[in-house]
């Protein structure tokens, strides 16, 4: 299995990981959510919505999950990828999967709450609105950012790590086990008597 083909693989994951990111949020935020609440009445639109955008972010926070290690595996197997700006755009992953994580298991369960508590609730139910749709375009900026740096990677200019064939793994565990040997029995050799003790 050659470098080229794992950096096939590892291409064909992130960018599949990175579409169900950013089309999961494209989908919901702006296609499923405004269409919901024409065709449908306010309390049948509220149920709906409330079952899908959890889901919606678990989605997204798994596409993020995938996509790290999948990121990851292209400087691994090609040294000229390497470099700061590994650690800039695993941060961007990694931000992206928990702000989603925290839409879906914190802020989600916040908002239903106060709109639960009806006219009470309006205030803090209106202000979590504003702070989901900020995560949604932050997240939604972050998957789009990262599409385009995929895009616009230049092609690697070696091939890559080399895997070793198990002729070459063997003849090279041979060599460092003579070589331990070797030390071994120098430092177990006797030290020649010096002069001054012959005497």
Known sequence: MNARFL???FDSVYVLALTAWVGSLLFFSFGVVPVIFQVLSPEAGTKLVRSL???SYTWGAIAGAIALPAYLGVPLSF???R???VAVQSLMIVAGTLLMLYAANSLTPAIHAA???GPEGKARFDRLQRRSMRINLVALAL???LLIALVNRP???TAGIVEPTPQERARSDYEQMR???EASRTRRAPRPASEHELH
């Open 79 to 81: 040294q000229e990828f």
């Open 7 to 9: 950096l096939a693989v």
């Open 143 to 145: 998957g789009i950012i």
């Open 115 to 117: 709109l639960d508590a």
């Open 83 to 85: 470099g700061p700006i």
């Open 179 to 181: 070589a331990r040997e």
């Open 53 to 55: 955008f959890p889901r």
């Open 155 to 157: 092609e690697p200019k």
